[in-house]
């Protein structure tokens, strides 16, 4: 497919996992596209490269600035950049969901922030957030990833609502678990990395972990033009996990 030809795009956390997918993807449909990432040493063209940190504004307006100018403009912005938490509300102090969230909910702000004035510009504009089903299902040990996810999800309504009417659309993708170098460093730590592997396959109705490939294409969707009526929706990529209430198998 060539529906993002002539198109330049803007990838947050892009250097590695769904954010690595996307960027590839974009650039594989014609897109000029560039990665901002803490550490962008492992981009190869033909994406470009810029360092940011999203919890500075400095950083991340300067980057975005830089980005757009060697791209020659600004279509499409997918907001990426994020950590992941673990725990209860008990599990974590205020340093932690202070750093949480500054990256997951303000980073998106700031990179958004720095973007609009040059998505305005679009004949085609589009945001697309990366958030997770753990904004609509309840997972245990997920306090305060589930919070910030929650507020990408209502920001991404709200963003799409404010802007509207200024041509530029506002979306989510809502992953399952995702076969991830996060969830890779978070079995390496587990007690049975294996049997903590089975058991997030297991609460996924498809059995298997979701592929950052599959998470990158329905990025792609709610960026293409032509999904050029759809504004203020999710999409949970997540092997059936929000939406199916399978019964145990061999019942």
């Known amino acids: 497919m060539t529906d993002f030809e002539g198109l330049k795009a803007l990838v947050t956390g892009g250097a590695s996992g769904i954010g690595r997918a996307t960027a590839e993807l974009l650039a594989t449909r014609g897109a000029q596209v560039a990665v901002l990432d803490l550490d962008p040493s492992s981009v190869d063209k033909p994406l470009l490269a810029h360092r940011a940190d999203v919890t500075d504004d400095a950083s991340v307006r300067e980057a975005v600035a830089a980005a757009v100018a060697e791209l020659g403009g600004l279509d499409v912005l997918i907001n990426n950049a994020g950590i992941g938490a673990q725990g209860t509300v008990e599990d974590n102090d205020d340093d932690e969901w202070h750093r949480v969230l500054d990256v997951n909910v303000l980073g998106m702000v700031r990179v958004a922030r720095a973007a609009l004035p040059h998505l305005r510009a679009s004949q085609h504009a589009a945001i697309v957030n990366t958030c997770s089903i753990a904004a609509t299902a309840g997972l245990p040990q997920r306090a305060l990833y589930s919070a910030s996810k929650g507020a990408v999800y209502s920001l991404t309504l709200a963003m799409a609502a404010d802007h509207v009417r200024e041509g530029i659309r506002v979306n989510c993708v809502n992953p399952g678990t995702v076969d991830t170098p996060w969830i890779g460093r978070l079995l390496s730590k587990a007690p049975d990395p294996a049997a903590e592997r089975t058991a997030l396959e297991a609460r996924q109705p498809t059995g ?19 999904s050029g009526a759809t504004t203020g929706t999710s999409l949970a990529v997540d092997g059936g996990m929000q939406g199916l209430r399978m019964r145990p198998v061999g019942q």
Request: hydrophobic fraction near 60%; charge should be negative; charged fraction near 15%.
């Open 208 to 226: 298997r972990l979701v592929t950052a490939d599959e998470v990158a294409g329905a990025i792609a969707y709610l960026a293409s033009p032509l």
